[in-house]
């Protein structure tokens, strides 16, 4: 296949360079020029859970005009809509687009862009991902990518994606219900994305700390509840146990709205943690532990920007 990823930052790294090595023909456009010239001149190291490996990449700072089989929209929640209208130069008829963010509201931004019928939207879980230095990127883990059709996108071009993305060597699979995977991708985020971007600890450390995996697991039992509440199928018996498993798959990572907070840089913590007050308005309800740890994270965000 010939892939664009819009967004090549630390996921979006990972994503090329292990479609890049098994032999796709990958594009990775990122408005990080140093990354860029670094891919282009020396190539994509990616290192971690998949091994040390070099991959030959074509790296853009904006979007060529050729046609590509998939677009995979990589970048973050509140970016997502603005990343598709720029990659529409890359869309003919039979190229799918993968929106793969974060948390609840970035695929209605990507549909409006580039049509319903082409959109498959996924979930990356347990990657714990991060750019030591431009053209070099790492991650712990790399549990699982699973996808579903957005509106109608034919079920036989959803699959030959999600092939593509297993030769690459990742669990992909595809669901038939794209609410109940994001769902059960946002109890675990919600459980760890604002608890460690206020506290500074990793996953794990979370998890481990008496105090703070008290606040994480309200926040997921919260989005939990929630869920149930709004009558989404999620498989997820247990919301403690079930966040517990996630973080024990990658206890040193930092979430992405961590990394932000670091790098002075506006969070996607609106569309996690923020995600559960506002989905539980439509059901009349109110989720104070998330609302709360958002506030705290926009609070920190605003430091960040005087």
């Not at 190291?45 to 590509?68: C, I, K």
């Not at 961590?258 to 989720?287: H, Q, T, W, Y």
Request: proline letters at 4%; a negative charge; one cysteine or more.
């Amino acid at each position: 296949m010939k892939i664009a990823i819009v967004g090549c930052g630390a996921m979006g790294s990972v994503y090329a360079g292990l479609l890049a090595a098994c032999g796709h023909d990958v594009i990775a456009i990122d408005r990080w020029r140093e990354h860029i010239d670094a891919i282009n001149q020396k190539g994509l190291r990616l290192e971690g859970a998949s091994g040390d490996r070099m991959a030959r990449v074509r790296a853009y700072v904006d979007p060529p005009n050729e046609t590509v089989d998939l677009v995979i929209i990589a970048v973050k929640a509140a970016q997502a809509g603005v990343a598709a209208q720029h990659a529409r130069c890359m869309l003919g008829g039979h190229t799918v687009v993968l929106a793969i963010q974060n948390g609840l509201g970035s695929a209605q931004d990507v549909a409006a862009a580039v049509g319903e019928d082409r959109l498959a939207v996924g979930i990356a879980a347990a990657f714990g991902a991060s750019l030591p230095e431009a053209g070099h990127a790492h991650h712990n883990g790399m549990a699982a990518v699973r996808m579903g059709a957005y509106g109608g996108l034919d079920a036989d071009r959803l699959e030959a994606v999600a092939a593509a993305w297993r030769d690459a060597g990742f669990n992909a699979e595809t669901v038939p219900d794209v609410a109940g995977m994001q769902w059960e991708k946002l109890i675990c985020n919600v459980a760890y994305s604002a608890p460690c971007a206020i506290t500074g600890l990793t996953v794990g450390q979370v998890m481990d700390d008496p105090e703070m995996s008290v606040v994480s697991q309200a926040a997921a039992i919260e989005a939990w509840e929630i869920a149930r509440a709004l009558g989404i199928s999620i498989n997820v018996q247990d919301p403690v146990a079930h966040v517990r498993a996630f973080a024990a798959r990658i206890p040193d990572a930092k979430p992405s709205v961590l990394l932000d907070l670091e790098r002075g840089r506006k969070s996607e913590v609106e569309f996690i943690n923020g995600a559960v007050p506002r989905e539980a308005r439509k059901c009349e309800m109110r989720a104070p532990v998330n609302e709360v740890l958002t506030a705290l994270v926009k609070q920190r965000e605003s430091l960040n920007s005087r």
